[in-house]
Each structure stands twice: as C-alpha cells, then as structure tokens.
C-alpha cells in the first residue's frame, strides 16, 4: 500500500487517553515526555519511525515521533524541541504540560518505517530529527540488525539523548558530530556518501538545511531514489503573495466554492461547511490527503512522493493549491 492510499484509511486514526509519567530536559530547548495508559488499558504496538498526534491544551493537534524502543508495551517516550519560531505547539509542549496530566493522542501511524529487505541501514540525524532514527537505532541493535547512527548538532548541548545513546550496549555503531564554526557541519557527507552501498538504505531526519544536504549528496553519487528515506518535521511556508485564486467544486454535489489567494482549501471548504480533518496543517502528515477527480494540483506538501504527486490524483487541502482553474474533488 502507498503513503497516500493508507493515508485514506488512517484519517480518521483512533484516539486514546494517556497520563504524563515523566517530564524532563534531555537537552538545551529540549525535553522529553513519557507518556502511559490509564489503569486498566493497553497501548497499541508500535514500529520504529512511527509518530503520534498529540492534543494540546488550546485545540492544537501536534506530531512527534516516537523514540523509544518498540519492544516497549507501556509507554511511549516523545521529544520536542521549544522553537522560537513555532506555531504554538512546542511552547505547549515545555510550558504547560505537566507530570500526572492526561492527554488524548492518536495511535502511532508510520510512514517512515524500516526498510524490510535492506540488510544496512544507516541513520542520519540533524537535531531533534534523531527521535525517530533513535527508535529505530534501538529496535535493530536488539535484533542484531546492521545499522550505523551518524548524529549531528549544533552543539554539544543541543545534542538530545546524547549520554543514553553513550551508554547504550551500541554506542560502538553510533558516530556523533558538533558543528563547526559559522553552522558548517562537520558530518563527512561527501565521503560518507561518496558511493551507493548495494543493500544500504539510509534515513535522514531534521532540519530541511540538513536534509537537502543529505539528499542532495546521495542523489548526487549516485545513490537509487528506492534507497533513501526521509521525514520532515516543518514544511516551508507558501508565498501567499505568489498565490492565486481559484474554485474547488465538490464532486457529490457540484457545490463550488472561491478559495482566495490567502486562503487554504481547507478554510475555503469549512466556510460553507465542509470539515476536513487535519493535523499538521502543513502537508507533512497526510491527514487530510483528499482525493482528486478532474483539474491539475499545486502540490506544496511533504508527504507525497514526486511519483506521487505528478499523478495528480490527490493533494493535501491544507497547503497545497492549484494550478488549474478549478479543481473538482471527491467530497
């Protein structure tokens, strides 16, 4: 199954109520949340690169990656980092949360799973984008599998789970850098990826400087596009004054409606009320992914695939716009 095809049947995931067991600091502007089922009830089984929905206090829906092990049954451990930048979630997250508190979360969905038939994986990691590559760091040293953390930050006290990843029984398969002066990151890409590894896979996680980098190198050498794997935490903001009207038509109905150049196809279908569920509200989670009848797409999402999105068949309400005049979808 494609992302996009289970992002159909997970959109409307089930929720669960979980209590805070712990809140603490694992780096500079970082903190860490174990979360645990209320008495009575069970958390349902993860894989590594999975993530959750979280709801915070304000009706704010946020994602995290979990980043323990999987083998875990009780409990789910997430990391956020406090942005400056942030839309509200992470402030949340570090000022408003505490230790015994319930919160309503999704069950984990995955789309930046594993590669089952890879027998390496080497995992890349920028920042707060090593909560992922952490679990999955965890579950194939307990399963003997061939992997290498390669694990970068801007300094070493940004630098999340830095002594459990020290004291961990692979610590020898992890390779930890600090950027150098003016941001340069001292992580050896060019070597690193200077050529494809047959049966080598590898995950990039964090910044988009740092995942263009990656990217951009492996593609660069050479490396086969079925053996890169990436997860974006924030997508880059559409240029609202680039933007342009245009008419989204609603195929049960042939109701249309005018969606304005500062205006989201989600707000525009809500205005007459049509409610779309969403989640991350910037084309990383495939939440609200809505099918595509007739018209051409403007894809600004995170979540498609390129093969994916030059189908056109389906787009993300949230963000993404159009380019043709109208675009007819299935609602």
Not at 197 to 216: I, N, Q, R, S, W
Not at 252 to 273: F, K, M, N, R, Y
Request: charged content about 15%; some cysteine; overall charge negative.
């Amino acid at each position: 199954m494609s992302q996009a095809e289970n992002a159909f049947h997970l959109k409307q995931s089930a929720q669960l109520m979980v209590h805070i067991a712990r809140k603490h600091m694992v780096a500079q502007d970082i903190c860490s949340l174990e979360l645990r089922p209320l008495a009575g009830q069970q958390l349902p089984a993860f894989a590594p690169g999975a993530h959750i929905d979280v709801h915070l206090p304000g009706g704010l829906v946020r994602q995290y990656s979990l980043c323990n092990d999987c083998a875990e049954p009780d409990r789910y451990v997430i990391a956020v980092l406090h942005d400056s930048a942030s839309r509200g979630g992470s402030a949340a997250v570090h000022r408003l949360l505490q230790v015994g508190q319930q919160l309503c979360i999704s069950t984990p969905r995955n789309h930046f799973a594993l590669h089952a038939q890879a027998r390496r994986h080497w995992l890349l990691a920028g920042g707060i984008g090593i909560t992922p590559l952490l679990s999955m760091a965890r579950c194939l040293a307990r399963e003997g599998g061939d992997f290498t953390l390669h694990y970068s930050a801007r300094t070493g006290e940004r630098m999340a789970f830095a002594q459990d990843i020290a004291s961990a029984p692979w610590a020898s398969q992890a390779q930890l850098y600090v950027d150098q002066a003016q941001g340069q990151s001292s992580l050896p890409l060019q070597s690193l990826l200077a050529k494809p590894v047959p049966d080598t896979h590898l995950y990039v996680c964090g910044p988009k400087g740092f995942m263009d980098a990656v990217l951009e190198t492996a593609r660069a050498a050479g490396w086969p596009p079925q053996q890169l794997h990436w997860e974006f935490f924030v997508a880059e903001a559409v240029q609202q004054e680039l933007a342009r009207g245009f008419e989204v038509e609603l195929a049960s109905t042939g109701q249309v409606v005018q969606v304005q150049p500062a205006q989201t196809v989600v707000e525009a279908l809500a205005s007459i009320g049509v409610c779309i569920p969403t989640s991350c509200e910037q084309g990383i989670c495939g939440t609200c992914l809505t099918r595509v009848v007739a018209g051409e797409p403007e894809h600004h999402d995170l979540y498609l695939t390129e093969a994916e999105q030059a189908v056109g068949d389906q787009f993300t309400p949230c963000c993404s716009r159009a380019k043709s005049a109208r675009l007819v979808l299935d609602l």
